[in-house]
Each structure stands twice: as structure tokens, then as C-alpha cells.
């Protein structure tokens, strides 16, 4: 069951349908603002991130939100920020189930048309709250959790493949105005990952994985960090183990994948590093994308850029591996 939480300024308030559709009295009115600001973040853990996440909310000020591994179920997400959330104009779709997984989208934009689960997706073995969409100011969003995959030809690695098979035929059939955010637990390219040796053997880098993305890709949608910048060092995942953060030894699989029309408004595409330090951070960075106008310019592609000198490849063994 997803919850719907709408501030009082913003009415009538949506209700639940039957099935896994949400819908609401008011429809879409057409665009709502200048600018957009657009960002996903795996959170891993909404209440352990929550001195993290408000702040960050009022220093970035996003418009569209897509959180994921928020690992909280819709009421338990609801009490613990349906009120600081309300305060800042979010309108939310969460789809959480406790302990695991979880996404939510968060909106200051309007909330149309929203759909928790993913249609033709498998289970592992029960269906997982690992994505949810919504229409925000004319543009169908995806908030998706991608699965591991754990390890080569394992059954969670078909999982993950048969996951994303659904995926893309969902985004397929929808409107031309889409975007796909989230942790897709894929690096795309060898550019992706600090050094390609030190994931020999491990999911994200597979050529079936990328395959998969690939044909996610085919529809039509644009990587619009790597579009923007498609020969930097960028990273969105570090370890926690091992300083892998500190030594900038990380992954880019936190993606943002727009349609035509949505990569043709965008004029910034960014890693927000500064979310990743300090204290008790996610182990993922925000990605920020910004539509039509840049509020802080054409920043990027990593803000602050890291300081560690890179690495030569072979010399540095994933933590999993030691």
C-alpha cells in the first residue's frame, strides 16, 4: 500500500483506488514553475538519514524528489515526515515495507497519476517496494531501487534482470515526458568505476546488467550526468568500509535517464559529494538535475570535487574481496 501525503495548502487531497493507482480530484494545469530542480538519492535508511536529509532539503531546495532504500513502511514514513515535509510544500508518494527496500517521491510541483510496484515485475519471492511513479508538472517520474543482484547467475542476479525487463517495458508504454531516477545498481561504462580490474567477478559491471540498461536506454532516454559531462571522473557510491570515500574509490550507479523533451530542458547535472561527508551520511550521493535554469550555474560535475590523486588500476582490492 503506498501513502499519500499532501499539505493543507495544496487540496483536495488524493485518495486510494483500488489496485496499485492513486488519482485525485484536481488533473495536471500544465507547468508550474521557471525551473525545476529534479534529484534522486538513495538514503539508505530515511530515519537514520533524517538529520541529514531535512537540512539538505532546505540548502538544495529540489522540487522533485526521488528517494530510495528509505526502509520504512508508508505509516511509519508518514509519522515520522509527513508533518516536516508538509511545512516545506511536498507533496509525497511513499512505497516502503519496513525493514528493506523502499522508495518515495517527493514533489513541490503536484503529484498526479500515482502507481506504486512495478507492472509485470517478478518477486523475489514476494513483490518488493522498489519503485513508484508519479506525474510532477507534466513529466511522468520513476523512483526506482534497482536489485543487487548479489553475485554472477545467481537467482537475485536473474531477479534483477527479469526486474529491469519490466522496467523498461513500463517506462515504454508511457508518455513521451519521462524521467528514470534512482539507484540502478549498474555502473554503465568502465568510466563508471574506479578501476574496472577491482570488479572482475562482481554484479554491477556484467555485460548482461549492462545489456539490461541498455535497453532501458533504447527508449529513447538520455544519462544526463554523463551527457553533460562524458569524460570526468564521476562517482555517486562509496563504501562505507575500508576509506573507500576518502580515497574517491567509488561507482556511479545513481542515474537520472530522461526523454527527449526532459533532457532537452536540462542546464545542470551534478553529484551533490557534499551530502556523502561528514557524519552518519548514506553511502550514496544525491544526483541533482536542474530543468530550464541553473540557480546555482553549471556547476559540476562532482560539487566539492574530491581531493584524492587516483589510484593505479590493480592496486586497490574491493572490501568484499580482502
Known sequence: MASLLTPDCLLPRFTVTNGNTHSGARKPIGRY???????????????QRLPRLLPWLDQRRPDVVCLQETKLADDAFAELLGDELARRGYEVAAHGEGRWNGVAILSRVGLEDVVTGLAG???FPHPEARAVA?????????????PNGRTPDSEHYRYKLAWLA????????????????GDMNIAPADADVFDPAAYEGHTHVTPAERAALGDLLGLGLRDVVRDRWPAERVFTYWDYRAGMFHQDLGMRIDLVL???????????????????????PSDHAPVIVDLDQAPDGDIGPVVPPPSAPRRRPGTTKLPQSR
Request: aromatic share 4%; with cysteine; charged share 20%.
Open 33 to 47: 514553475r521557471e525551473n525545476v530542480r529534479v534529484t534522486t538519492w538513495n538514503v539508505n535508511s530515511v530515519k
Open 134 to 146: 508519479a506525474t510532477c508538472d507534466g513529466v511522468r517520474v520513476h523512483s526506482v531501487y534497482v
Open 121 to 123: 515485475a517478478p518477486g
Open 258 to 280: 530522461a526523454s527527449a523533451p526532459v533532457a532537452s530542458r536540462v542546464r545542470a547535472a551534478w553529484v551533490d559529494r557534499h551530502a556523502r561527508k561528514g557524519t552518519g
Open 166 to 181: 519490466a522496467l523498461r517495458d513500463v517506462v515504454g508504454v508511457g508518455p513521451d515526458a519521462a524521467v528514470v531516477c
